[in-house]
């Protein structure tokens, strides 16, 4: 089994920053089945949307590249020795606002949210304007 945890969501202003982390635990990385770490973000009445993702063996990473893409203003990073997957967000704007949260799995399309097997309860970020 895999518990993920997420933290640092909360209110900001346009422009400012923060930091989430998600705390891995259990069989993280150890078996195929969770080789992927993905962020997703999920606002009121739109569908879960992929953010970013990384590979916990290599440290690879991809980002979402659809209108108005967080490439260029969000990196994901993880630390193997502490079992986290940190999303460093900059320059945040309004649109940004949305439960982020941390996803683990295996799978062929780490943009779909059938690539992951285990998700995070998610932490609210807040953007004003």
């Known amino acids: 089994q895999v518990q993920l945890v997420e933290s640092g969501g909360g209110l900001v202003q346009a422009g400012g920053s923060l930091r989430l982390s998600c705390a891995a635990s259990g069989r993280i990385g150890r078996t195929f089945s969770t080789q992927t770490m993905g962020w997703f973000r999920q606002a009121p009445g739109k569908e879960r949307e992929f953010v970013a993702a990384?590979?916990?063996?290599?440290?690879?990473?991809?980002?979402?590249d659809y209108t108005d893409s967080v490439k260029g203003r969000f990196t994901i990073s993880r630390d193997v020795s502490k079992n986290t997957v940190d999303l460093q967000m900059r320059s945040l704007k309004p649109e940004d606002t949305a439960v982020y949260l941390c996803?683990?799995?295996?799978?062929?399309?780490?943009?779909?949210?059938?690539?992951?097997?285990?998700w995070g309860q998610g932490t609210q970020v807040t953007v004003s304007s």
């Open positions: 990384t590979w916990w063996i290599s440290g690879s990473t991809y980002y979402a």
């Open positions: 996803a683990s799995g295996i799978g062929a399309d780490v943009r779909s949210t059938d690539h992951y097997s285990y």
